[in-house]
């Protein structure tokens, strides 16, 4: 990993990636990360300040967003032409230090990782329902590949009570946070007005006001403090999907974060995008329920819709999330 000598190109693309970190997805946009810059190396570090305490106590979906946000450096590195060099978990007395990334050797980028890493600045969370499904079979495989490289796995519901089943307890979960004072006000503290010119939050732009307008139930924000203002037709469900994995650890939950970045940013690069419902997986019993019926005993990371966003309910992408 050391790298005293490291060139101008490596440290400019050292602060690309940094750049590119901070774009990932987080959990209701709360960034639980520090990318540190520590002249040959960045670090992710995650930051208990902003944990949800009362959605996220093991520090799950934490870890998850830190590491989405990992990908997008390792993505970033190699379109900038140089190999990352990956340390997960490098000092057992440090857990919350979850990786550095030094820049390695150099490698010319070809046109796909180029075109992997532009899908950074166009990827945002879609709510609400598609235009379409992932009609696309081929796309389906490389996003279940996508997920394997990661050493996690990605597997689509195609059998449709299976599918209301989890819809189902999606709503289930979403109507148990709506009554429990805790959680909705730890929610309603992420939320953000319109206009805001906050970097974390969910924004009023960013979520319908309806959240109840589909099958799988939206999170309603915090019992509407603030309404939503994103206009999102569509008719469709979408591609539901579940992420997963082998293990339940902070490695593992590392590994799912990666391989959700990944899967998402190879969907935008196809036109793409992606819902999530982490709801269920936020309530012990219902994700063991899960993990029993639907993911024969891998642990649930993500529940995902994927499909194409109607072009109303698609954010233009010269308006991103402030940040
Ligand atoms: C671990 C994790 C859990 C999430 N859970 C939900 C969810 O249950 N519902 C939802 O609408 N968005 C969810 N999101 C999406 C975030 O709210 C979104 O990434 C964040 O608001 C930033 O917006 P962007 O993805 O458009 O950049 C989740 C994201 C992550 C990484």
Redesign the pocket.
């Given at each position: 990993m050391n790298s005293p000598d490291l060139s101008a190109t490596g440290h400019e693309a050292l602060q690309a990636a940094l750049r590119a970190g901070e774009?990932?997805?987080?959990?209701?946009?709360?960034?639980p990360w520090i990318i540190s810059d520590e002249r040959d190396r960045l670090a992710v570090i995650a930051d208990p300040d902003s944990r949800l305490d009362v959605a996220?106590p093991q520090s799950?979906?934490?870890v998850?967003?830190c590491g989405?946000a990992l990908y997008n450096i390792r993505a970033a590195l190699r379109a900038e032409g140089v190999i990352p060099e990956v340390a997960i978990l490098p000092d057992p007395d440090r857990p919350g230090r979850l990786a550095e990334v030094a820049a390695g050797r150099a490698a010319e980028p070809d046109d796909d990782t180029r075109a992997h890493a532009a899908a950074i600045a166009r990827?945002?969370?879609?709510?609400g329902l598609f235009t379409t499904d992932v009609d696309d079979v081929a796309l389906v495989r490389d996003l279940i590949a996508a997920a394997a490289t990661e050493g996690a796995a990605l597997l689509p519901l195609t059998d449709e009570p299976l599918v209301r089943s989890l819809a189902g307890l999606v709503a289930a979960a979403e109507h148990l946070h709506r009554h429990e004072r805790t959680r909705s006000d730890e929610l309603a503290r992420w939320v953000r007005p319109s206009g805001s010119p906050s970097p974390e939050?969910?924004?009023a732009e960013?979520?319908p006001a309806d959240p109840d307008g589909a099958l799988f139930a939206?999170?309603d924000y915090g019992q509407k403090r603030i309404r939503g203002l994103l206009d999102a037709p569509g008719a469709v469900t979408g591609t539901v999907a579940l992420l997963t994995t082998a293990e339940d650890t902070r490695n593992a939950w590392l590994a799912a974060?990666q391989a959700?970045e990944r899967i998402?940013l190879a969907a935008t690069a196809e036109g793409v995008s992606a819902?999530?419902?982490?709801?269920p997986?936020?309530e012990p019993l219902l994700r063991s329920f899960i993990a029993e019926r639907l993911c024969e005993d891998a642990h649930p990371?993500?529940?995902l819709r994927l499909g194409r966003p109607t072009p109303h309910g698609a954010?233009p992408a010269d308006s991103?999330?402030p940040?």
């Open positions: 774009r990932a997805p987080s959990v209701c946009n709360s960034r996220d799950r979906e934490l998850l967003s989405a990827r945002h969370t879609h709510r939050g969910v924004h960013d979520f939206g999170r974060g959700l998402l819902a999530f419902h982490t709801q997986l936020e990371q993500m529940i954010r991103p999330t940040r």
